[in-house]
């Protein structure tokens, strides 16, 4: 048997034709045969120069054989065999759509290991001119920046995988930076856009402690379906969010577990909160806190509650926000009353304070305010009222308008 050679062991020859051809190992078979890696060049100087490269590319990785596979293969195995037991479904599929669509059909046939960045960043210009499937009339050929963003993620995350497999020497996807968008403002009720919505779902006597729940706690849309008065606890006072529900097109409504391991959280609830659980429950005999009107040995479908919201909103003369933007309206109001970021981490779920913090750096005409309010009151209390800025402001004790 052949005397197995290290990585990085190479070769030079003059190719008849007088070009010049190197080879390196670049890892081994599951026998101990090498795996090579080729180049040439005109000249034996440009081909030391490429085979320095190359080495120091492929410095302490030793391939295995399937790093001849396919990207398209690659994806399969990823999303099989990786991402399976940590995905929830709809996000599962979510990624295994993307890629069938918009990366196997550009990428796909191409050998995993020989995915370079430039291959990455030509197949995102392709994906901004022309990489929508089924443009509507009037609609541009070309993916969003945001998707595009997203795909190139997704990318990441597999090379990545693939890299740390010892499938690729590095990952081409790190050295790419995807397109940049702009995220859409963050729509959040006022504090009088909120008394009015509280207002509504009060003449809804079915969905009233639905969403009353959902403003009071910032739970998921997910979460709050699948909440089971097992997770109600009288006394303490606290809900403990263990799952969600989702539903596949085509399947039964299911649930899964939460978001993150964060995600599965005690929270303390609101007074009012509690006492109307409390009252919910000496007249809801299900399982179920929030069961299906029609069928209550079965929960509310996340769907089924995000039309009512819609209605509800359109009926209030308020702005039409996401049932997401719930949650929203309740962390921002939160962090306005005082509550610090750490606690309301834990209260949504977050696995960092941080993330809390710049999900929501964002203020409220309410907020500035309450903000001008306080910053005049100590003022006024240091300086004194002739001399506070704030008071000053056109012969007015009023705050600055914002």
């Known amino acids: ?37 080729y180049i040439s060049a ?31 293969v690659w994806l399969d195995k990823w999303l099989d065999e990786y991402m399976a037991a940590t995905l929830r479904p709809t996000t599962l599929n979510g990624y295994r759509r993307s890629l069938e669509l918009h990366v196997k059909p550009y990428l796909g046939n191409k050998t995993l290991s020989k995915i370079t960045a430039v291959d990455l960043r030509s197949f995102y210009r392709t994906l901004q001119e022309t990489g929508r499937v089924h443009p509507r009339d009037r609609q541009s050929p070309g993916l969003s920046a945001r998707t595009v963003h997203g795909i190139h993620t997704t990318l990441h995350h597999a090379l990545k995988t693939a890299m740390e497999q010892n499938l690729i020497p590095n990952n081409p996807a790190a050295e790419v930076d995807p397109p940049k968008f702009n995220d859409a403002p963050m729509k959040v009720l006022t504090e009088a856009q909120l008394d009015t919505f509280m207002t509504a779902i009060e003449k809804d006597e079915f969905w009233h402690d639905f969403f009353y729940t959902a403003v009071t706690t910032g739970l998921r849309r997910g979460e709050i379906c699948a909440l089971r008065w097992e997770d109600f606890d009288t006394k303490q006072e606290t809900l403990h969010v263990r799952r969600t529900l989702h539903k596949e097109k085509g399947k039964p409504l299911t649930t899964g577990d939460t978001k993150t391991y964060a995600g599965t959280r005690k929270i303390v609830l609101p007074p009012s909160t509690a006492q109307l659980l409390r009252e919910r429950k000496k007249t809801v005999p299900t399982e179920w806190i929030f069961p299906n009107l029609f069928d209550p040995e079965q929960p509310i479908a996340p769907g089924t509650a995000y039309n009512r919201l819609k209605a509800l909103l359109k009926e209030a003369g308020l702005p039409d926000i996401r049932f997401h933007d719930l949650r929203h309206t309740f962390a921002t109001h939160a962090l306005s009353s005082g509550v610090d970021a750490k606690t309301l981490a834990g209260i949504l779920g977050h696995t960092k304070a941080s993330f809390t913090l710049d999900t929501y750096t964002h203020t409220t005409g309410d907020m500035q305010k309450r903000a001008a309010e306080i910053v005049g009151g100590f003022l006024t209390d240091y300086l004194g009222e002739e001399m506070n800025p704030w008071q000053s402001r056109e012969n007015t004790a009023a705050a600055p308008s914002v």
């Open 42 to 72: 005109p000249t034996q100087k440009e081909l030391s120069a490429k085979l320095r490269q190359l080495t120091e590319a492929y410095k302490g990785v030793d391939l295995t054989e399937e790093s001849n596979m396919a990207l398209s």
């Open 1 to 37: 048997m052949a005397k197995r050679r290290p990585s990085g062991d190479g070769m030079v020859r003059k190719r008849e034709d007088g070009r010049w051809e190197g080879r390196i190992v670049v890892g081994h078979k599951s026998n101990g045969d090498s795996i090579f890696r």
